[in-house]
């Protein structure tokens, strides 16, 4: 058994106390109680130690212990500790703490860099709690969260732990290599608790937290903060530290609010009692959430280090209540040991071999926080009943009650064989029911089938979809069949083909829901499409880390079609529907000729500076704001009917975005691309741009869309340059308005621009609110649009919904 020192750490009255800091004095060894108050502390010899015992609001208690045999027990109880203003001195015109606090600023980047490098040891643990889940989500049978609720439908609904060995290099290289990790009721799972999630560093001016949230020590902090000196206390040292409440001057601002305690003359951090709302951190799901974090301190290294830090949460939405807490224990530092950026590469986390299948005796000598006992329950529970739920009896039974057909089944049908797993069915979708003028109303149904491979790692699919235009009296068919290689490079296959209703436009810009009100309640009928029969083949695969190559070759033949129907709710005398001719919408002629014709493209997708998690047999992206992600693309038309139709297309675009500190968020969006050999080529192959005719927005991208400009107004044959940029403010500017800052609304700025031969070029403005709505339901955003084209050509207000 390994070393050992373990036992209970209460207050006066005999409570337990949680995560109480147990370390060894003068090192970065150390662990931290679990919500029993009991400890358990990893050691390697037999020998006489000093532990310290330090826990906020309480007294330290430092105990000499000679250690000759393990287990060794120690039970300490801890007395409340007095905070006093001792003599420091209230000056009117100075608050004492804001002095403390400049003197903080003013040390933050020489102690940020005093810690170079490092290695360290690093544990974490993550849990998370449902309360009264509901049976059904969006009409969805929730289940019991594979045994995680209990007949009140509360309970555990996620627990794991990880043990890995990690290595930091400033500014911020950070990797991790994973050698245990334990998933409750998986026992071959693997945990996605990892060091680079819960890097806070506060030494930095802003901390990434769902959003970019302004350290209290932040160069600019006296912007966002008031402070407030609640009194003093001595370490086990003698170091006198300062606890400052932390108090925000506007709420919904991206900061924190609590406590942080300051070493006097040192002016480091000692610890941090921080809480955010859901609100400020741009969480909407979440309520609350409380950051604890615990420094020591080695006079040998002259450094005080984090050594433990827990996330609790809570969180509602849907209807879904619940909360959690994500636990992280740092020791066994070794500090600017010449670590270089030689030693990291993308590569962000790793696992050991084999690091999932360490049995239960592993886990209860090497983990630095004791399992409670909810927790331990949890595990026992979970992996008990694993084996029966992946027992072939167990899933034909589970199958044979879902499977069963059932009236509320008519719109959509799964029949399910868990222990084979693959399932097969039908939905009849109620998007589907659609109005246009070339189809009138339609319906569609779709049909699928699924085989999984490999745990959802490898799988074949196989879908198909009918519809039907109840005015054109056509009913068009198409199908595909799809399979993924591997989740390593992520290789696809996708063999597809029918008949279909095509926009002119591939990137598909006007959404059915949205033409079908504008053209049966104000008689606008925007969308134009042409009917297109395929053969289609795609492939796709990460060659290597950071670009992604996409290939298609087609065979079609496409037709022109017309309208079929003048149906509308509010017919106007003066109004009538204009025809499906893009190019001429006053024509009833067709805008092209009936035609076969080969298309081929290939596209290279670079994200550069792009890092990955490396899990066994899975590898997991991670962009990164820093670079931007370049797009080159090559298309080629050939083989055509009409030779008029053949053509060849280069195109790139690069786009990013990044946060602006704690000024908000900047994205761009650029296109660029030319034809040849395209002087008379099929409509359908132009360029297209994204327009906006209806005053609405249901996409949620700015940055890829002209939203007072005609849907095929610039289309173009020739070359072309498009140019989108926008900044959200983030509250940064109106979140400084006294009133207007209660409304927590962000102003938005957008500048669009678009330039092709034989026209001038086309400029868009504009000004926007965002994050309009009540509590977490913030769903609306609205914009003024201003166009000008040789001098201004209109404006526009335009609403945009973000949960279409």
Do not use: C
């Not at 496409?558 to 190019?583: A, G, I």
């Amino acid at each position: 058994m390994s070393a050992q020192i373990k036992g209970t750490i209460t207050d006066t009255y005999k409570n337990p106390l949680p995560f109480v800091n147990v370390v060894i004095e003068n090192t970065y060894k150390g662990t931290t109680t679990n919500d029993d108050g009991y400890f358990e502390l990893n050691i390697t010899k037999a020998n006489t130690y000093t532990i310290v015992f330090t826990y906020l609001g309480f007294k330290t208690v430092k105990k000499k212990v000679a250690i000759e045999e393990f287990p060794f027990t120690i039970d300490v109880t801890l007395e409340v500790g007095s905070l006093t203003l001792g003599e420091v001195v209230v000056n009117a015109e100075e608050n004492p703490a804001n002095a403390i606090m400049r003197s903080a600023i003013n040390k933050r980047k020489e102690n940020l860099e005093k810690i170079k490098s490092y290695k360290a040891d690093f544990y974490s643990r993550g849990l998370i709690r449902i309360k009264d889940a509901p049976e059904k989500i969006l009409g969805q049978e929730v289940g019991d969260l594979g045994g995680g609720l209990d007949s009140t439908r509360s309970g555990i609904i996620y627990l794991s732990e990880t043990i890995s060995k990690i290595q930091f290099l400033r500014p911020d290289k950070l990797k991790e290599k994973i050698t245990a990790s334990k998933v409750s009721g998986d026992n071959s799972g693997f945990s996605f608790n990892n060091a680079i999630d819960v890097d806070f560093n506060f030494y930095n001016n802003t901390v990434e937290f769902g959003n970019e949230i302004v350290s209290p020590i932040a160069n600019n902090a006296f912007s966002y903060y008031r402070y407030q000196l609640e009194g003093v206390f001595y370490d086990v040292r003698g170091n006198l530290i300062n606890k400052i409440n932390v108090l925000p001057k506007r709420k919904n601002d991206p900061i924190f609010s609590g406590s942080i305690y300051i070493v006097e003359d040192q002016w480091t951090i000692y610890a941090l009692e921080l809480d955010i709302t859901g609100i400020q951190a741009r969480i909407p799901a979440v309520d609350i959430i409380s950051l604890k974090q615990s420094f020591s301190y080695s006079e040998k290294e002259n450094i005080w280090a984090i050594i433990s830090q827990s996330i609790d949460f809570k969180y509602k939405f849907f209807g879904i209540k619940g909360d959690g807490r994500f636990t992280a224990v740092y020791s066994n530092y070794e500090f600017n040991e010449g670590l270089t950026a030689k030693d990291f590469g993308p590569e962000l986390v790793a696992f050991e071999d084999k690091a999932n299948e360490k049995d239960s005796l592993f886990w209860t000598k090497i983990r630095p926080v004791r399992l409670t006992l909810e927790e331990s329950t949890d595990y026992k529970r979970k992996d008990s009943i694993q084996e029966v739920k992946e027992s072939r009896p167990y899933l034909d039974s589970l199958d044979r009650e879902n499977n069963r057909f059932k009236f509320s089944n008519i719109l959509g049908y799964t029949y399910q064989n868990s222990f084979k797993d693959y399932n097969i069915g039908f939905n009849v979708p109620l998007q589907g029911i659609q109005f246009n003028t070339v189809q009138g109303y339609t319906a569609n149904t779709n049909l699928f089938f699924t085989k999984n491979y490999d745990a959802f790692k490898r799988y074949f699919r196989a879908n198909a979809g009918l519809q039907y235009g109840f005015s054109d009296k056509r009913l068009r068919a198409t199908g595909s069949l799809s399979f993924k290689f591997n989740d390593i490079s992520n290789a696809f296959l996708t063999l597809s083909g029918g008949v279909q209703v095509a926009q002119f436009n591939t990137f598909n810009p006007i959404r059915p829901f949205w033409n079908s009100a504008a053209t049966l309640f104000f008689e606008e009928n925007y969308m134009k499409l042409y009917e297109r029969s395929f053969v289609q083949l795609n492939y796709s695969e990460e060659l290597f880390n950071g670009f992604r190559l996409f290939s298609g070759l087609s065979y079609e033949n496409r037709t022109p079609l017309f309208n079929t129907t003048d149906q509308t709710f509010y017919p106007q005398d003066d109004k009538e529907y204009l025809s499906n001719n893009p190019l001429n919408p006053t024509s009833t002629t067709a805008p092209f000729e009936d035609h076969n014709i080969l298309k081929f493209n290939v596209t290279g997708r670079i994200n550069f500076g792009q890092k990955y998690l490396s899990y066994p047999d899975s590898k997991f992206n991670v962009s990164t704001d820093k670079y931007p992600t370049l797009v080159l693309s090559y298309e080629k038309g050939f083989g055509a009917t009409n030779d008029d139709y053949n053509f060849d297309q280069v195109k790139a675009r690069i786009y990013q975005s990044f946060n602006a500190a704690d000024k908000g968020r900047f994205s761009y969006n650029l296109r660029l691309g030319k034809f040849f050999n395209a002087e008379n080529i099929a409509f359908m192959d132009y360029q297209h741009f994204n327009g906006n005719q209806i005053n609405v927005s249901s996409r949620g991208n700015y940055i890829n869309v002209f939203n007072n400009l005609g849907y095929y107004d610039l289309s173009t044959n020739d070359s072309y340059l498009e140019m989108h940029a926008e900044h959200d403010f983030n509250g940064y500017i109106l979140g400084k308005i006294p009133l207007i800052n209660k409304l927590n609304f962000n102003l938005i700025l957008g500048a669009h621009n678009l330039s092709t031969p034989n026209n001038k070029p086309y400029q868009e403005f504009t000004i926007g609110i965002d994050n309009i709505g009540w509590g977490k339901w913030r769903f609306l955003r609205v914009d003024y649009v201003r166009s000008y084209q040789s001098g201004f050509k209109n404006d526009a207000i335009l609403f945009g919904i973000k949960f279409f």
